[in-house]
């Protein structure tokens, strides 16, 4: 990947917005997965674009045919691969055939922000940058990297898809981000390792859910979505009784609520609080 192909920014949000502000409008619309991570459609509604949630498919990936379908005029086809909240993940296939046949004019914005978690990590999308495609990737140190509060992160796409959303600000990185992101990236096996641990911990938790018949979606990152059967807030409350504080739920999805996991010990935690909430 050549220098000029990637912005660094202290996270991966700011670009995230400035790439709706630049790319959608109100006659360019924003097209995104339903449940879906919100901030994209936030900034979408705050400029009065059309925002499209498709739903995911019934393998939890994104129906990428159903988006690529939903609008003719659209700025942005927004995909989160693995998705959050679900943790699940969209094909390499399922990508490019999106790439290939989305709206002209359009970009595909690739939110890679769990993608270090995932399996999908050795099939991620920056050779797809690297070949000139219309497509933007945002990274960021705040998840694998546990570096939510110093802020560091890094958008990827040709230099003119670059150069609009830098337009609308700078989104200086601090020098304190930029040591922490730079003696990161240096450790070797750093991301395996931490996949694996975190991977660890979900796939036993997983475990004593079906252990105990609870229903879940199986995720490939380090959050999913446990079937709570009633309303989500009433879990949550309840939880929080335990004092075990878990995600929220998504409109679409309200008897589930999303769980991160943490680490073993603090999962051990939220299994004994879930089977007395559950019970
Ligand atoms: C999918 C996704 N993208 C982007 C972000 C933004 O994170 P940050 O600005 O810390 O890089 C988040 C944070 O929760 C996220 O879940």
Redesign the pocket.
Known sequence: MKDDHITI??????P?HTAVLAFCSPTKSFVTADP??E?GQRAAQFIKAKVSGIPLTKDHAHDVRAMVKADPNAGIIYI?NP??PTGTVTSRADIEWALANKPAGSILLL?E??IHLSKVWENRGSDLVAAGKDVMI??????LYGM?GL???YAMARPDLLAKISSLGAGAMAVTAMAGASASVKVKNLVPERRKKIGDVREDTFAFLDKHNMHYIASDSNCFMLDVKRPAREYMQAMMKEKVWVGRSWPSMPNYSRITIGTADEMEKFKAATLKVMA
């Not at 920014?9 to 700011?14: F, P, R």
């Not at 945002?138 to 998840?143: A, E, G, I, N």
């Open positions: 920014y202290a996270g991966s949000s700011q995230l879906g991570y901030a989160c998705n959050n939110d922000a769990y945002l990274r960021t140190f705040s998840k939510a802020r560091a992160g």
